[in-house]
């Protein structure tokens, strides 16, 4: 009999214990799997570093895209450039040179503490924006609500010069995109005098009428040509003034397409355009004798051209001393100016 009562008492004792253990095993299974679950929470390792670096870069393209807020994007740059990689320094400087509708609304004299932590073509690049800065090639004019052009000719043309430059020096570098966008307004505008016929702009060097370029610029631009002979502006300018001569000043539809060719034809030459623009100034050398044929011998509307001839020759002697509305004060200030910058550069 006590047997009997030992026995049942443990058959007690190992029922109790399964229900226990089983109780414990539907409180860790998964309700829809049946799969045990365990109470350890599976974490990301993620390095903190990396996390700082994700953070930073939502913080960075955050400010990008608040509108008038360049010096925000500056503060941000003064504030981490010298602990960032070069990777990111150019992330930071590429976000900047595109930030806004104007590149010249960009006070970069707020960037002078961080140049020591900027790539060279970066640090050249805000030297010209100083000229920028002093005196604006382009400029918007409320009363036309349009750019302007904000600088005598021969001005316009020396700072064109000085960003085709340095587009040559530093071409695939972070401030090159910025650098190609203002040569070519600069450019083109020093040649087309921001003439626009649909809009109904008139050419800002225009003579006595609207559709005649004034006479006087020819000096000007003969001056540049001679003064920048491999340069591509400079190539661009002399075919300008054979045809110029040609046409005796008149816009017409010639000097309308050679207006509209520009913008593609500032952008740098590859290996097989540079075949064809070497063509191409053969034959412009071969029209501009031509002309000087023509004007010496007074044949084929001779007299109009001899006379812009005749301007030209007195305007390279004494153009730049006296003739302030087309660049009269450029001998001095531009070519010190041009100078100092290049002199910085290198």
Do not use: W
Not at 42 to 65: K, R, W, Y
Not at 171 to 190: F, K
Not at 248 to 273: D, H, K, V, W
């Amino acid at each position: 009999m006590k047997k009997k009562v030992v026995l049942l008492l443990m058959s007690i004792t190992c029922c109790a214990m399964l229900s226990a253990c089983g109780g414990n095993n539907e409180e860790n299974t998964d309700p829809l799997t049946g799969q045990e679950q365990t109470t350890e929470i599976a974490t990301e390792d993620v390095p903190m570093t990396e996390q700082a670096g994700t953070n930073m870069t939502d913080e960075f393209d955050s400010l990008l895209g608040q509108p008038n807020d360049a010096n925000g994007v500056i503060d941000y740059i003064n504030t981490n450039i010298a602990n960032a990689g070069d990777m990111d320094v150019d992330r930071y400087l590429t976000g900047l040179l595109g930030y806004g509708d104007n590149i010249r609304d960009i006070d970069f004299t707020r960037l002078e503490e961080s140049r020591q932590h900027m790539p060279e073509d970066m640090v050249a690049f805000m030297e010209l924006m100083k000229l920028e800065a002093e005196s604006p090639s382009m400029t918007m004019s409320d009363e036309e609500n349009r750019m302007t052009i904000g600088l005598t000719l021969s001005e316009m043309l020396e700072r064109a010069v000085l960003f085709e430059q340095h587009i040559e020096k530093y071409p695939n570098n972070v401030s090159t995109e910025a650098a190609s966008r203002l040569y070519e307004e600069i450019a083109t505008n020093a040649i087309t005098g921001g003439y626009d016929k649909t809009a109904g702009v008139p050419h800002y060097y225009q003579g006595e009428t609207e559709n005649v370029v004034d006479q006087e610029s020819l000096s000007y631009y003969q001056q540049f040509a001679e003064a920048n002979p491999d340069s591509r502006l400079g190539q661009l300018v002399q075919e300008y003034v054979t045809l110029l001569q040609e046409n005796q000043f008149q816009i017409n539809e010639e000097l309308e397409n050679f207006y509209r060719s520009l913008p593609q034809r500032l952008q740098p030459a590859t290996e097989e355009g540079q075949t064809e623009a070497t063509q191409d100034n053969s034959g412009m050398t071969q029209n501009g004798e031509t002309g000087t044929q023509g004007s010496s011998a007074g044949t084929q509307g001779g007299s109009t051209r001899t006379q812009g001839g005749t301007t030209g020759t007195q305007g390279g002697n004494n153009g730049a001393a006296n003739d302030s509305s087309l660049g009269g004060s450029v001998a001095g200030t531009v070519k010190d100016a041009v100078d100092n910058v290049m002199d910085s550069v290198r």
